[in-house]
């Protein structure tokens, strides 16, 4: 069956810290990627998204860049954290926007 | 940029009523999901209508794609505490990878 993992569930970062979060999937090949943010429980914010190695589409330009170094694994990173960077970041994949997407289990980021 | 709008926004009830959320769309959509999400864990997945018109029902949740396949509505009856939570749609177009997502409802169910 398919999983997605994804840490960690909580972090305190201070302002200007790097950042890496990662997410990655069993279970599947060649799934397409995505990393959202949501803030304050309300609507997601698609930041980035992969349909294959090495390929990122960013959605929301900003200080956070994505990765994917490998077919199941997918990186969110920043150099320097910002205070808006705050909010709860989920990984999910999917192959097509009619079949629906799984989530992981998500990473609440607090910028101080 | 296609756009969901859910309604309403916030519903507080008291267990064992019934409620319907809504969706709704100016676009075509050719599937909807609908997700719970709750506190702290990320979305999951409790359907996808693909047809126009179509009903599926989980349990005590039925869900209806719009003939038009521009809106969406799910129907719960006797809710419970368990049922309280954020419910999202979302749509997908085509062979898009990106689905469209609504800003969610979010429900509780007082005991």
């Known amino acids: 069956s398919q999983t997605i993992h994804q840490w960690p569930a909580t972090l305190v970062q201070p302002v200007g810290s790097p950042l890496s979060l990662e997410c990655t999937v069993e279970?599947?090949?060649?799934?397409?990627l995505y990393w959202y943010r949501q803030a304050a429980g309300r609507g997601l914010q698609l930041l980035f998204y992969?349909?294959?190695?090495?390929?990122i589409s960013s959605e929301v330009p900003q200080n956070l860049s994505a990765s994917r170094p490998q077919d199941r694994q997918f990186i969110l990173s920043s150099k320097k954290l910002l205070l808006s960077d705050s909010g709860f970041y989920l990984c999910?994949?999917?192959?097509?926007?009619?079949?629906?997407?799984?989530f992981g289990s998500g990473t609440r980021l607090t910028v101080v | 940029t296609q756009l969901l709008k859910q309604s309403p926004q916030f519903l507080s009830i008291q267990e064992g009523e019934n409620l319907t959320v809504y969706c709704n769309s100016s676009s075509v959509f050719s599937s909807l999901q609908w997700y719970r999400q709750e506190p702290g864990e990320g979305p999951v997945l409790l359907v996808t209508?693909?047809?126009?018109?179509e009903v599926k029902k989980l349990k005590r949740l039925t869900f209806q794609f719009g003939d038009a396949r521009k809106d969406s509505s799910l129907h719960i009856t006797a809710a419970q505490t368990g049922d309280t939570g954020l419910y999202l749609c979302a749509g997908g177009a085509g062979g898009s990878y990106i689905p469209t997502f609504g800003r969610g409802t979010s429900l509780i169910v007082h005991p």
């Open positions: 279970g599947t090949s060649n799934p397409n």
């Open positions: 999910a994949w999917g192959f097509r926007a009619n079949y629906g997407y799984t």
């Open positions: 992969s349909v294959g190695i090495g390929q």
């Open positions: 209508v693909v047809t126009g018109g």
